[in-house]
């Protein structure tokens, strides 16, 4: 890709880029919620992005001392699709979580308080009764956050990447399939490939690019029928030899992001 030297001497890309979406998924393994404008930390997770997660059963977690634990202690889509079928919304500032059904509301409580959760792990067992080990049990621990990886990053696809992989797999493919917190507009694919160990700038925003991002069986999963359909895993694989798509990033630099904000990378 070109790139032409800024005011400050750093290179920067000329394709141009910006905010197509924002989101983040306040309880892991359970559907997104679209946000307008979102303000981030530096070394931080976007505000209630995983922070919540479903216990399967007994695990080794502790909330006194909260640490890093594989996904497959908690529901999540790589192996629990029929949490597909379930749309959610949180209101940040109850910390209440309502779930739908259908269209149709089957439970709702403030996750901040026992009897709120209470209502909803109430549902979870009985929606889920077939997959559990064990009563399930939401959990959460100041400041701790459940994403797949033990370092608060934030996950970022492109849409130009998006509609390539469509047209590899001749199919129309649902972008929150990929569970990205920033999803940006782009027009070439797969530069962001080329994005590793660089800046993205969004207004006053820096995040630096940590790595590629590997992918599991929950991108298989049809976010409509909550079925899984071909293996986009696979297919990355035959194209490229690995199942990359997407990149992690760490913020570096906090401030606010909202839709249709210009991007550019930096060297």
Request: net charge neutral; glycine share 6%; charged share 25%.
């Amino acid at each position: 890709m070109t790139s032409q030297s800024g005011d400050d001497g750093q290179k920067k890309h000329r394709e141009q880029i910006s905010v197509h979406s924002l989101h983040r998924y306040p309880v892991k393994g359970l559907s997104a919620e679209n946000l307008d404008t979102v303000t981030v930390e530096a070394n931080q997770c976007f505000p209630f992005d995983r922070a919540y997660a479903i216990e399967n059963g007994p695990s080794r977690f502790n909330a006194k001392e909260p640490k890093f634990l594989p996904k497959i202690n908690f529901l999540a889509l790589m192996k629990h699709e029929r949490l597909a079928r379930l749309d959610t919304s949180f209101e940040a500032e109850t910390e209440t979580l309502t779930i739908f059904r259908e269209g149709r509301q089957v439970a709702k409580g403030n996750l901040s308080t026992s009897i709120g959760r209470n209502m909803i792990e109430q549902f979870i067992a009985a929606f889920m009764r077939e997959e559990l080990k064990g009563p399930p049990k939401l959990q959460s621990a100041p400041n701790h956050h459940f994403a797949d990886c033990p370092d608060p990053l934030v996950h970022i696809i492109t849409t130009a990447s998006a509609k390539a992989l469509e047209v590899i797999l001749n199919d129309k493919v649902d972008l929150k399939r990929f569970r990205a917190n920033i999803v940006l507009e782009t027009t070439t694919p797969w530069t962001e490939k080329q994005w590793v160990n660089k800046v993205i700038k969004i207004g006053d925003v820096e995040i630096e690019v940590i790595d590629e991002t590997g992918r599991c069986a929950a991108i298989n999963v049809d976010l409509e029928t909550g079925k899984r359909g071909r293996s986009i895993p696979a297919t990355l694989t035959q194209h490229f030899n690995n199942e990359n798509f997407g990149i992690y990033g760490k913020i570096i630099k906090g401030g606010q992001l909202s839709l249709k904000d210009a991007a550019q990378i930096i060297e």
